[in-house]
């Protein structure tokens, strides 16, 4: 059996870049011949990645082991976290919903269950790779909560293994981040940390030299890279975080599409071939004066679809999209949770999501949702119709609701004479279960190309697969990450904690001016 070289990249709090280094990580290994797979012991995320046998783990994890070439499996983030209302959220334990939860309950009654549920995963990890890419959760130096945590050094001290604190400089204050973060630390898990990446920098080197000299001089513990701002990078986002880097005004592209940004949104990925397009500006909007007239408006993926279904009539949004079919030429998607809003009722017998028991839709498709407390986690494939041309399309289902159609036309049609979602006749509002719609290419081009020509535009002909882009992605980042990170140093770290030699430490080769200081 194997016995996995582990490395843990740490953050000195969310969006620090963990995610997108872990990534690297796993792709760089891959390319030098090692079998390797991703680790998040526990994932707090709305935008899930079903695997291929079915079962629902955090995006990033998905994307990760793409990158290293792996079929994505369970163990790789075996306790994801779905935030569904205040305070509350749906645990997903190996890929199937366990329990919704208060926040003090899941630290009082979870723990020891989840100590056991990451023990086994990472055991098994550890026996089938050569290569553990593990990747923590928001920052380490959460004093009030490190008791009780399930995703920092407590799974560094399970696989022994090294840790790289990750510095987002593009936020200002990385050096107060990192030493702070550092300071925070239990002495023991602090030798663990075996050096710091800075992230996100944009500027002249030489400026910032200054600094990590300092840095490495106070802490003893060295820079092992700083990664410059990598622009249009085609890798998925972990969550909604990231979000905050859109802007809701339309830029000067020939497609405006507004995508609505509720306040549960989930799984909004499935924007991201849009993103891509050359010609298609793609914003998010949370308010009813910043909709105008959009060409494409898309309602997305919800964890709590009648809240968010309620915010969306409350904003006035709600209006204004019936404001946008009866006035206006553009085109309105519902995806999974935003296909559900778009119909006539969504009934919760159970309070799966919430304690309301029915609530109107959109009314804008014939189609009544009855929320069950199985949840369905599949991969489908079908026959997508639209503007007059048929189109293979897969993508998968994640959702709690079944949706019944009493009019309209199924929009994509399924093997077994089963269908899928509903248009209406002049295909001015689509609505699907299927995530990654966009993701097929051919659709993708066809449904652009179809807009353009309702506003008068030539069609595009060369437009980009993005499957293509997301392979270029990994390689771009790996190759950026290599050139700027010392990697035969990291390796070497993580051979000699699994010889036993973790007590070889860079912060205890001298006394440092903060240890004096203290």
């Not at 998905?62 to 976290?81: F, K, W």
């Not at 407390?373 to 289902?397: D, M, Q």
Request: charged content about 25%; hydrophobic content about 35%.
């Amino acid at each position: 059996m194997r016995r996995a070289l582990p490395i843990m990249f740490q953050g000195t709090h969310s969006d620090a870049g963990k995610s997108i280094i872990t990534t690297a990580f796993c792709r760089l290994f891959a390319d030098n011949g090692w079998k390797t797979a991703p680790f998040k012991s526990q994932n707090m995320s709305l935008n899930s990645y079903v695997t291929p046998d079915g079962k629902e783990i955090g995006r990033a994890q998905g994307i990760q082991a793409e990158a290293a070439r792996v079929r994505a499996t369970t163990d790789m983030n075996p306790i994801l976290i779905k935030p569904s209302r205040e305070n509350e959220a749906q645990i997903v334990v190996h890929g199937r919903p366990y329990a919704n939860m208060k926040a003090g309950q899941y630290r009082e009654e979870f723990f020891s269950l989840g100590l056991q549920v990451i023990e086994r995963s990472l055991k098994t990890l550890m026996n089938e790779y050569d290569r553990l890419v593990i990747e923590g959760a928001g920052s380490p130096a959460e004093v009030n909560l490190n008791d009780r945590e399930l995703v920092n050094m407590r799974v560094a001290r399970m696989a022994n293994a090294p840790v790289v604190l990750v510095g987002d400089i593009e936020r200002g204050g990385v050096f107060a981040s990192l030493v702070g973060t550092l300071q925070l630390l239990e002495e023991a898990d602090r030798k663990r940390v075996i050096g710091v990446i800075i992230n996100k920098f944009r500027g002249d080197y030489t400026l910032l030299k200054p600094g990590l000299d300092w840095f490495e001089e106070y802490t003893g513990v060295p820079v092992l890279g700083v990664i410059p701002y990598m622009h249009e990078l085609h890798i998925d986002a972990e969550d909604s975080v990231s979000l905050a880097r859109f802007s809701a005004k339309k830029a000067e592209k020939a497609l405006d599409i507004a995508v609505v940004q509720y306040p549960r949104i989930s799984n909004f990925t499935d924007i991201d071939p849009l993103m891509a397009e050359p010609d298609c500006s793609v914003r998010f909007v949370t308010k009813a004066e910043e909709i105008g007239e959009p060409d494409v408006f898309l309602l997305p993926g919800s964890k709590n679809t009648i809240e968010d279904l309620l915010y969306v009539k409350e904003s006035g949004i709600a209006s204004e999209i019936g404001r946008l079919y009866k006035q206006t030429d553009a085109v309105i998607v519902g995806i999974c949770g935003g296909y559900q809003m778009l119909g006539r009722r969504i009934i919760d017998p159970f309070h799966v999501e919430t304690s309301i028991g029915e609530a109107t839709g959109l009314q804008l498709l014939p189609v009544d949702t009855t929320l069950e407390k199985e949840k369905t986690t599949i991969w489908s494939g079908g026959t997508a119709l639209f503007a007059g041309e048929s189109f293979s399309v897969t993508g998968y289902e994640l959702h709690m609701g079944r949706s019944v159609r009493t009019g309209g036309i199924p929009f994509i049609q399924i093997s077994g004479g089963r269908t899928d979602g509903c248009k209406t006749s002049d295909e001015r509002i689509l609505g699907t279960y299927f995530h990654d719609l966009f993701h097929n290419d051919r659709f993708r081009h066809h449904f652009l190309n179809a807009i353009r020509r309702k506003k008068g535009l030539p069609p595009l002909i060369e437009r980009p697969s993005y499957r293509e882009l997301r392979e270029q992605a990994f390689h771009q980042l790996a190759d950026c990450v290599k050139r700027n990170v010392q990697i035969e140093r990291i390796e070497q770290k993580m051979s000699e904690f699994q010889r036993g030699n973790d007590h070889v430490q860079y912060s205890s080769v001298k006394q440092t001016n903060w240890q004096r200081s203290k």
